[in-house]
């Protein structure tokens, strides 16, 4: 007889918050309260409720090829104890350093600029033939489902999104890399005529890189997106391909790939170049090890601006842990 010992972080498909009342704006400002108003002003609603205008919310290109793949069927076996973080918030709330500097907030104006058709990906290295391949034909070769995974950023806020997209594993198996091979490489755009903070080489390294190890990558967990909410993906949050990995800290999480290499020597992202004592390499969730700046032991979650204790690995760990075997707390972050 099988008996299935459900994780910790799984949830049965009939709890999972029906996305016609998570995306409910009204319901949204609500659930806040003006107890929560302070610390609820970065986000677009927010703004729109204590007089600050309406928001533009940038959503996927309406004449985005693939619009007609989403929505897809959700995979029941990933789902999470929180409500999906209403689509306006995540829209008008990001990382996304090309577009945006400093802090999290709304880039999605700045990030229209950026073309994403046509749009192509490299892959090299370690294989046994390097090819690129256009994103719209990368599609047409693998199957697509919806994830909903929770997203810890690194400056102690989280939201929970519903992904669509395909297993990373499944780019590694067609990639064919070699023996040799132990890490991927990832890498996005560089074009200063799109992006203004790219003109100026002295701010940060650019591109944007980062890398995982080929046994994470593997994982079941690793994710490559291409939509959300059961569209494409808009621009500021990393269209039209970007990373999720939802174990690890926001930052390991690379929008708008254009290359992934297959490499034996370690890769050095873009945030552990700048400050490998605040930004490195395993960045995994883990609220014993403290940011130099701040503590990881809690977290916003954005929408609500409920302060929560954070969990280790997000509350991955079950799945995850088994990687890291033997590490200690200060690697699990660094």
């Excluded at 704006?25 to 927010?46: I, K, N, Q």
């Excluded at 400050?275 to 809690?298: D, I, K, L």
Aim: hydrophobic residues 40%.
């Amino acid at each position: 007889m099988l008996i299935k010992r459900k994780r910790g972080w799984e949830l049965p498909e009939s709890q999972v918050t029906p996305e016609a009342i998570v995306l409910d704006r009204r319901r949204v400002l609500a659930a806040g309260g003006a107890a929560a108003a302070g610390g609820l002003l970065a986000s677009g609603p927010a703004r729109a409720l204590f007089g600050f205008g309406e928001p533009t919310i940038y959503g996927p290109d309406e004449n985005d090829p693939s619009a007609g793949l989403y929505p897809v069927p959700r995979n029941a076996r990933y789902t999470v104890d929180r409500d999906i973080t209403a689509m306006e918030n995540n829209f008008t709330y990001n990382n996304f350093y090309e577009f945006r500097l400093g802090s999290a907030g709304d880039c999605g104006a700045q990030a229209q600029a950026l073309p994403v058709r046509p749009w192509e990906i490299a892959v090299d290295g370690l294989v046994e033939q390097p090819f690129t391949i256009d994103i719209d034909t990368l599609l047409s070769r693998v199957s697509l489902e919806e994830r909903v995974y929770r997203h810890r950023c690194v400056e102690a806020w989280s939201m929970t999104i519903a992904w669509s997209g395909f297993p990373l594993a499944d780019f590694v198996a067609m990639a064919r890399p070699l023996s040799g091979a132990k890490y991927l490489r990832f890498e996005t755009f560089l074009d200063k005529d799109v992006s203004p903070n790219q003109r100026a080489a002295f701010l940060y390294p650019w591109p944007y890189v980062e890398g995982v190890t080929i046994a994470e990558a593997a994982n079941e967990l690793a994710f490559l997106c291409t939509g959300c909410y059961g569209a494409p993906l808009p621009k500021q949050m990393g269209s039209p391909i970007r990373l999720h990995l939802p174990w690890k800290y926001g930052f390991k999480s690379i929008k708008s790939i254009v290359r992934v290499s297959f490499t034996e020597e370690r890769p050095v992202g873009l945030w552990e170049n700048l400050q490998p004592r605040e930004y490195g390499f395993w960045a995994n969730v883990n609220p014993e090890v403290a940011h130099p700046r701040w503590s990881q032991a809690t977290e916003r979650v954005l929408g609500t601006n409920d302060r929560v204790p954070t969990q280790l690995f997000n509350g991955y760990g079950e799945y995850v842990a088994g990687m890291y075997a033997g590490m200690d707390n200060e690697r699990l972050f660094m």
